[in-house]
Protein backbone atom coordinates (compact mmCIF):
# COMPACT_ATOMS: atom_id res chain seq x y z
CA UNK A 1 0.00 0.00 0.00
CA UNK A 2 1.44 4.02 -0.83
CA UNK A 3 1.76 6.15 2.05
CA UNK A 4 -0.75 8.47 2.32
CA UNK A 5 0.85 12.43 1.28
CA UNK A 6 0.34 15.70 3.00
CA UNK A 7 2.38 18.47 1.69
CA UNK A 8 1.91 21.55 3.70
CA UNK A 9 2.75 25.67 3.01
CA UNK A 10 3.52 27.27 5.78
CA UNK A 11 5.28 30.38 7.10
CA UNK A 12 5.78 28.40 10.33
CA UNK A 13 7.22 25.23 9.67
CA UNK A 14 8.53 24.47 12.98
CA UNK A 15 4.92 24.35 13.97
CA UNK A 16 4.66 21.24 12.84
CA UNK A 17 7.55 19.39 14.91
CA UNK A 18 4.71 18.98 17.06
CA UNK A 19 2.56 16.37 14.88
CA UNK A 20 6.12 14.36 15.90
CA UNK A 21 4.22 13.71 19.60
CA UNK A 22 0.97 12.98 18.64
CA UNK A 23 0.37 9.12 19.41
CA UNK A 24 -1.39 8.08 16.07
CA UNK A 25 0.43 9.93 13.65
CA UNK A 26 3.83 9.32 14.99
CA UNK A 27 2.38 5.64 14.94
CA UNK A 28 1.58 5.91 11.14
CA UNK A 29 4.48 7.74 10.24
CA UNK A 30 6.87 4.82 11.79
CA UNK A 31 5.02 2.88 9.93
CA UNK A 32 4.96 4.37 7.07
CA UNK A 33 1.62 5.00 6.05
CA UNK A 34 1.91 8.82 5.88
CA UNK A 35 4.45 11.13 4.78
CA UNK A 36 4.23 15.05 6.19
CA UNK A 37 6.22 17.13 3.76
CA UNK A 38 6.61 20.84 5.49
CA UNK A 39 7.10 23.53 2.71
CA UNK A 40 8.52 26.75 4.27
CA UNK A 41 6.60 29.15 2.50
CA UNK A 42 9.70 32.18 3.54
CA UNK A 43 12.34 30.18 1.32
CA UNK A 44 9.85 30.87 -2.00
CA UNK A 45 9.70 34.91 -1.28
CA UNK A 46 10.48 37.73 -3.73
CA UNK A 47 13.82 39.32 -3.40
CA UNK A 48 16.77 39.18 -1.20
CA UNK A 49 14.74 39.64 1.88
CA UNK A 50 12.24 36.40 0.79
CA UNK A 51 9.30 38.67 0.85
CA UNK A 52 6.16 37.35 1.49
CA UNK A 53 3.50 39.88 2.30
CA UNK A 54 2.62 43.13 1.13
CA UNK A 55 0.69 46.03 2.40
CA UNK A 56 -2.93 45.83 0.98
CA UNK A 57 -4.43 47.86 -1.72
CA UNK A 58 -6.97 50.39 -0.81
CA UNK A 59 -5.28 50.83 2.91
CA UNK A 60 -6.39 48.55 6.26
CA UNK A 61 -4.71 46.79 8.69
CA UNK A 62 -2.09 44.51 8.63
CA UNK A 63 -0.15 42.71 6.10
CA UNK A 64 -1.69 40.19 3.23
CA UNK A 65 0.08 36.93 2.31
CA UNK A 66 1.48 38.01 -1.39
CA UNK A 67 0.07 35.46 -4.59
CA UNK A 68 3.64 34.76 -6.09
CA UNK A 69 5.34 33.13 -3.35
CA UNK A 70 2.25 30.51 -2.45
CA UNK A 71 2.16 30.10 -6.57
CA UNK A 72 5.62 29.43 -6.48
CA UNK A 73 5.34 26.57 -3.41
CA UNK A 74 2.20 25.12 -4.98
CA UNK A 75 4.20 24.29 -8.07
CA UNK A 76 7.57 23.11 -6.78
CA UNK A 77 5.41 20.46 -5.22
CA UNK A 78 5.05 16.87 -7.21
CA UNK A 79 1.18 16.36 -7.71
CA UNK A 80 0.01 13.35 -7.36
CA UNK A 81 -2.82 12.00 -9.74
CA UNK A 82 -4.93 11.38 -7.08
CA UNK A 83 -5.01 14.68 -4.89
CA UNK A 84 -6.64 18.00 -3.60
CA UNK A 85 -5.29 21.64 -2.39
CA UNK A 86 -7.24 23.02 0.80
CA UNK A 87 -7.18 26.57 1.90
CA UNK A 88 -7.34 27.17 5.36
CA UNK A 89 -9.54 30.18 5.83
CA UNK A 90 -11.85 31.44 8.39
CA UNK A 91 -14.16 31.96 5.18
CA UNK A 92 -14.73 28.41 4.01
CA UNK A 93 -16.47 25.40 4.56
CA UNK A 94 -16.92 24.08 8.44
CA UNK A 95 -14.72 21.14 8.56
CA UNK A 96 -17.01 17.82 8.70
CA UNK A 97 -16.06 14.17 9.84
CA UNK A 98 -17.61 13.11 6.35
CA UNK A 99 -14.88 15.57 4.66
CA UNK A 100 -11.79 13.48 6.35
CA UNK A 101 -13.22 10.36 5.15
CA UNK A 102 -13.77 11.44 1.59
CA UNK A 103 -10.42 12.49 1.39
CA UNK A 104 -9.09 9.10 3.58
CA UNK A 105 -9.29 7.86 -0.39
CA UNK A 106 -6.97 10.68 -1.79
CA UNK A 107 -3.10 10.01 -2.45
CA UNK A 108 -2.02 13.22 -1.67
CA UNK A 109 -3.59 16.46 0.17
CA UNK A 110 -2.03 20.06 -0.20
CA UNK A 111 -3.04 22.33 2.48
CA UNK A 112 -1.73 25.94 2.36
CA UNK A 113 -2.26 28.15 5.61
CA UNK A 114 -3.11 31.74 5.42
CA UNK A 115 -0.87 34.03 8.16
CA UNK A 116 -1.28 37.65 8.79
CA UNK A 117 -4.78 39.50 7.66
CA UNK A 118 -5.30 36.81 5.25
CA UNK A 119 -3.55 36.04 1.62
CA UNK A 120 -4.00 37.43 -2.05
CA UNK A 121 -7.78 37.18 -3.27
CA UNK A 122 -5.76 34.72 -6.23
CA UNK A 123 -4.52 32.82 -4.23
CA UNK A 124 -8.13 30.75 -4.13
CA UNK A 125 -7.94 30.06 -7.93
CA UNK A 126 -5.55 27.14 -6.29
CA UNK A 127 -7.33 25.71 -4.21
CA UNK A 128 -10.26 22.71 -4.55
CA UNK A 129 -11.76 23.45 -1.40
CA UNK A 130 -11.70 26.13 1.12
CA UNK A 131 -12.19 24.43 4.80
CA UNK A 132 -12.43 26.23 8.35
CA UNK A 133 -12.09 24.96 11.59
CA UNK A 134 -15.41 26.62 13.15
CA UNK A 135 -16.72 29.74 13.45
CA UNK A 136 -13.71 31.86 14.80
CA UNK A 137 -10.56 33.08 14.02
CA UNK A 138 -7.02 32.22 14.63
CA UNK A 139 -3.37 33.86 13.94
CA UNK A 140 -2.52 31.26 11.12
CA UNK A 141 -3.88 28.23 9.38
CA UNK A 142 -1.51 25.80 11.05
CA UNK A 143 -3.37 24.11 13.95
CA UNK A 144 -6.23 23.70 11.40
CA UNK A 145 -4.03 22.13 9.36
CA UNK A 146 -2.63 19.96 12.22
CA UNK A 147 -6.62 18.73 12.91
CA UNK A 148 -6.80 17.70 9.72
CA UNK A 149 -3.74 15.47 9.70
CA UNK A 150 -4.58 14.18 12.78
CA UNK A 151 -8.25 13.45 12.39
CA UNK A 152 -7.24 12.20 8.68
CA UNK A 153 -4.76 10.20 9.62
CA UNK A 154 -6.86 7.96 12.09
CA UNK A 155 -8.87 6.82 9.13
CA UNK A 156 -6.14 5.30 7.29
CA UNK A 157 -5.82 1.35 7.43
CA UNK A 158 -3.50 0.01 10.13
CA UNK A 159 -3.22 3.29 11.79
CA UNK A 160 -5.63 2.10 14.88
CA UNK A 161 -5.25 -0.88 16.84
CA UNK A 162 -8.86 -1.50 16.96
CA UNK A 163 -9.99 -0.31 13.79
CA UNK A 164 -13.70 -1.09 14.87
CA UNK A 165 -13.20 1.38 17.30
CA UNK A 166 -13.60 3.82 14.42
CA UNK A 167 -17.64 2.92 13.84
CA UNK A 168 -18.79 4.26 17.20
CA UNK A 169 -17.22 7.51 17.55
CA UNK A 170 -19.01 10.82 17.33
CA UNK A 171 -19.96 12.00 13.98
CA UNK A 172 -19.48 9.43 12.31
CA UNK A 173 -23.09 8.60 11.97
CA UNK A 174 -24.33 12.32 12.92
CA UNK A 175 -25.37 11.05 16.46
CA UNK A 176 -22.46 11.69 19.81
CA UNK A 177 -20.88 8.56 21.07
CA UNK A 178 -22.80 7.09 24.16
CA UNK A 179 -20.99 7.69 27.59
CA UNK A 180 -18.12 5.26 28.56
CA UNK A 181 -17.13 4.23 31.86
CA UNK A 182 -14.08 2.19 33.56
CA UNK A 183 -12.77 0.99 36.57
CA UNK A 184 -13.82 1.62 39.00
CA UNK A 185 -17.82 0.54 39.71
CA UNK A 186 -18.46 3.52 42.19
CA UNK A 187 -16.82 6.88 42.00
CA UNK A 188 -16.99 9.43 44.43
CA UNK A 189 -20.80 8.09 44.75
CA UNK A 190 -21.36 8.11 40.87
CA UNK A 191 -21.97 4.53 39.82
CA UNK A 192 -21.55 2.75 36.74
CA UNK A 193 -25.22 1.89 34.58
CA UNK A 194 -25.61 -1.73 35.74
CA UNK A 195 -26.48 -2.91 31.83
CA UNK A 196 -22.67 -2.16 30.97
CA UNK A 197 -22.16 -4.85 34.03
CA UNK A 198 -24.53 -7.08 32.58
CA UNK A 199 -22.53 -8.85 30.14
CA UNK A 200 -25.90 -9.21 28.05
CA UNK A 201 -24.27 -7.64 25.05
CA UNK A 202 -28.00 -6.94 23.58
CA UNK A 203 -29.21 -5.29 26.19
CA UNK A 204 -25.87 -2.87 25.95
CA UNK A 205 -25.96 -2.75 22.48
CA UNK A 206 -29.73 -1.14 22.85
CA UNK A 207 -28.44 1.08 25.83
CA UNK A 208 -25.54 2.49 24.11
CA UNK A 209 -28.06 3.54 20.84
CA UNK A 210 -30.61 5.21 22.99
CA UNK A 211 -27.74 7.30 25.34
CA UNK A 212 -25.95 8.34 21.90
CA UNK A 213 -29.58 8.90 20.54
CA UNK A 214 -30.22 11.08 24.01
CA UNK A 215 -27.50 13.22 23.99
CA UNK A 216 -27.37 13.87 20.35
CA UNK A 217 -30.97 15.57 20.96
CA UNK A 218 -29.35 17.27 24.31
CA UNK A 219 -26.45 18.79 22.70
CA UNK A 220 -26.15 18.83 19.04
CA UNK A 221 -29.93 18.68 17.52
CA UNK A 222 -28.79 19.75 14.55
CA UNK A 223 -26.95 16.51 13.94
CA UNK A 224 -29.84 14.46 14.77
CA UNK A 225 -31.71 16.45 11.65
CA UNK A 226 -29.03 15.41 9.07
CA UNK A 227 -29.29 11.86 10.30
CA UNK A 228 -33.17 12.35 9.86
CA UNK A 229 -32.05 13.35 5.99
CA UNK A 230 -29.98 10.02 5.49
CA UNK A 231 -32.94 7.93 6.07
Request: glycine share 8%; with cysteine.
Amino acid sequence: MNSFNFDVITLIPRAFELINNLGVVTRALDKKLINVNVHDLRQYGEGSYKQVDDKPYGGGSGMVLKPEPIYKAHDSIKKLSNSRTLLMTPQGKVLKQQDLSRWSSLDQLIIICGQYEGFDERVRNLADEEISVGDYVLSGGEIPAMSIINGLTRLIPGTLGDPSSLFDESHNSFLLEYPQYTRPKIFKGMEVPNVLTSGNHEEIKSWREKKSLERTLERRNDLNFKNEDKK
